[in-house]
């Protein structure tokens, strides 16, 4: 009898034991799977990786670093560990894909990376880990990663450059056009700006002040420079921003139509207020919106996109920490750096 | 009795000998400050002696006269201006022909209106800052320090004149 009952328990106990792990293992063979992808950022090995059909999740990443060997450039060897807490996730269908938040420059990190943002719904499974049990990581062989150069082209003391380029120009935005008309770097120019002024206020002002681009009426600018976006990183659609500042182009043109617009990107904020993630103010953030920006510009029509952010953002993509008190807005020194690529990029 | 009287004359003479050294140095501090000082000599010692939280730099004439909204102002002035995280600023003015102590200090509570109104949405933290702005009127001077500190700011602006 006895033996019956120890019998009987130990086929239990194989039957729930068969039942709860067959769902691991079917998660398991794609999580332990090697895939051999060739690709020259780890950004573009994770596309890759898309296309079979297992996803990693933006949380996951936070949790899965992803390492390269600093030491050897030209051939190193990319994990991706998934922890007992990452999710998988399953495409059922098929989705256009967005074009991956980028700068112009690149930069390897050892943090995550954005994964895309889809508009287009997907039927997805979610599957979690719920043994709790590592899973091994997943190695991507023969994976060539490009670090991307630190920018050596810039230096916060480097001196100025012969402005004169701006003649004849003005700027028109927030507070880091203001503080660009302050330091006087750019003495030549005429500044239209206003603290925390955002697109939206620009393009319907309230107040006077909100009124900057009133200041274009009967003037013949060559050059107008335009620096917004800081203040509207929180916009839940950054698509509207994208809208509402082509609607101020036109409406510059409209009033200077000989004038060349430019748009100045968004600049990178310091790693800690990135990670801080106050009101939508990261580097994700500021190359997804960048990445918009840059789609505005179009040469036949005389607007350009200068990518300033290249010039500021260190390897990591971030302001460094040491330039800004409160990791957005820089000093002087940097506000140089600024001037200087703008006198490099524009006609 | 005798030696009561003694040790008193000696505490005496010490406290004359001190007063007379302290009179000294005040006398030769007196000379020094005979020359009036700058609109940068103001603006330096405040930036020396005042804290402040974000990073100030010493900005060209004509950008104070933009803020201020000081046309035609020809007098000599310092500013000295924030990165634009917070609203600190130190800026002097000294009057000329066009502009005098009443006509700068209009510029002076304007400006600090104005930042009042930019930053209560942007950043509101900062405007306690603005609201005890030091705006100081001197004879032939107006000087305006915004600062992490704006009772040691007005103390030690006092203390210049």
Known sequence: ?347 | MKKTACLLLAAMFLFLFFGCGKGGADSADATASDAPLTARDIADRIFAGVKFDDTLTAAPESSAMSVYRLTGYTGDCAYFVSTMATPEEIAVFKTDENHDVAKLKDAAQNRIELQIDNYSSYAPKEVPKLENAVIYTGEDVVVVCVSADNKTADSLIKGLF
């Open chain 1, 1 to 347: 009898m006895k033996k019956m009952y120890v019998l009987k328990n130990f086929i239990v106990s194989l039957v729930f034991v068969a039942v709860v792990m067959t769902p691991l293992f079917i998660i398991m063979p794609h999580a332990e799977r090697s895939y051999s992808v060739k690709a020259s950022s780890s950004r573009e090995a994770l596309e890759s990786l898309e296309n079979e059909s297992i996803s990693l999740i933006e949380e996951s990443l936070s949790e899965a670093e992803i390492v390269y060997n600093d030491e050897s450039v030209t051939d190193p060897v990319v994990y991706i560990e998934i922890t007992t807490t990452t999710k998988l996730r399953k495409r059922t269908t098929t989705t256009e894909k967005k074009d991956a938040v980028t700068s112009e420059a690149p930069s390897e990190t050892t943090t995550k990376t954005a994964t895309e943002t889809s508009s287009e719904p997907t039927t997805e499974k979610t599957y979690e880990n719920p043994f709790k049990i590592k899973i091994p990581k997943i190695t991507i062989p023969n994976l060539t990663i490009t670090k991307a150069p630190k920018n050596q082209k810039y230096s916060p003391d480097d001196p100025l450059k012969d402005t004169s380029c701006f003649d004849n120009s003005a700027f028109i935005g927030n507070s880091q056009a203001q503080a660009l008309m302050s330091y006087g770097l750019i003495p030549n120019a005429d500044f239209f700006t206003k603290i925390g002024l955002s697109v939206e206020q620009a393009l319907y002002p309230k107040t006077s002040a909100e009124n900057v681009l009133a200041n274009l009426n009967g003037k013949h600018y060559d050059k107008i420079f335009f620096v917004f976006g800081e203040n509207e990183l929180g916009w839940p659609y950054p698509d509207t921003f994208v809208k509402y500042y082509g609607k101020i182009l036109d409406k510059a043109h409209e009033k200077v139509p000989s004038a060349d617009l430019y748009i100045v990107s968004i600049f990178p904020v310091a790693d800690s207020v990135s990670k801080k993630n106050t009101n939508g103010v990261t580097n994700e953030n500021v190359r997804l919106f960048n990445q918009k920006l840059k789609e505005l510009a179009d040469s036949r029509k005389g607007v350009y996109f200068l990518n300033v952010y290249e010039a500021l953002a260190d390897e990591n993509g971030a302001l460094p920490e040491d330039i800004a008190a409160d990791g957005i807005h820089f000093g002087i020194k940097y506000c140089r750096m600024w001037v200087n690529y703008m006198i490099d990029h524009v006609k």
